[in-house]
């Protein structure tokens, strides 16, 4: 079993700063890509930012300058920094990972359970 919980979420006024975190855990061999997604209501989830484990990090136009991933390989976890947050950026986001599994060593796709991010003064 794999598991991703993620933490960091709640209530910050415009041009506050959150940071995210998302720790995985469980039969892991290796871990490949982490990357954040956001969804807001009505509307569908979307990347936000993207680590591979070769370092390459990608984001959305949205972020770029503001938003920063970050990775623990030691510790299995991926951090999302925010900053300079805007009333837009309310959504619940999620963390994702591509683990290879000890035992079957199968590559899956990963999800957590989601924290709210909430923008508001």
């Known amino acids: 079993q794999v598991q991703l919980a993620e933490s960091g979420g709640g209530l910050v006024q415009p041009g506050g700063s959150l940071k995210l975190s998302c720790a995985a855990s469980g039969s892991i061999f290796r871990i490949n890509s982490m990357a954040w997604y956001r969804q807001a209501p009505g509307k569908e989830r979307e990347l936000v930012a993207a680590?591979?484990?070769?370092?390459?990090?990608n984001y959305a136009d949205s972020v770029k300058g503001r938003f920063t991933i970050s990775r623990d390989n030691a510790k299995n976890t991926v951090y999302l920094q925010m900053n300079s947050l805007k009333p837009e950026d309310t959504a619940v986001y999620y963390c994702?990972?591509?683990?290879?599994?000890?035992?079957?060593?199968?590559?899956?796709?990963?999800w957590g359970q989601g924290t709210q991010v909430t923008v508001s003064s």
């Open positions: 994702n990972a591509a683990i290879l599994r000890f035992g079957d060593y199968k590559l899956d796709d990963y």
């Open positions: 680590d591979t484990r070769g370092g390459s990090r």
